[in-house]
């Protein structure tokens, strides 16, 4: 059974972080790629990060660049979003997603490409 557990939401002021963390489990952690999307209130889901597992290659939304940071603990199957310098924009409901990463390359911030998807993290900004 695929599973992806996201956990580590809550409320931050802004300026604040918060650690998100993504464990995996039922299939080969190597093989895949690792996304993260949020959707806020009555907004689309958009890709905030993406992380490949085998080379520790990664990639990040614009509204994110240089504030969050995705790695991986590959011992643990784990995959973490550290979230800095948090913006009352950044509350949403945070998703961390699972798919081959031929098929993200492109897109990495396209949910249709991801196979498997964890259930939601609330993060809250307040300012």
């Known amino acids: 059974d695929v599973q992806l557990q996201a956990s580590g939401g809550g409320l931050a002021q802004a300026g604040g972080y918060l650690r998100l963390s993504c464990a995996a489990s039922g299939f080969t952690f190597d093989d895949y790629a690792i996304g993260w999307f949020r959707q806020a209130p009555g907004k689309e889901r958009e890709g905030v990060s993406c992380?490949?597992?085998?080379?520790?290659?990664?990639w990040y939304a614009d509204s994110v660049k240089g504030r969050f940071t995705v790695s991986s603990d590959n011992a643990k199957n784990t995959v973490y979003l550290q979230m800095t310098s948090l913006k009352p924009e950044d509350t949403a409901v945070y998703y961390c997603?699972?798919?081959?990463?031929?098929?993200?390359?492109?897109?990495?911030?396209?949910?249709?490409?991801?196979?498997?998807w964890g259930q939601g993290t609330l993060v809250t900004v307040s300012s």
């Open positions: 997603a699972a798919g081959d990463y031929s098929a993200i390359y492109y897109d990495p911030g396209a949910d249709l490409h991801y196979d498997y």
């Open positions: 992380i490949r597992i085998s080379d520790g290659s990664t």
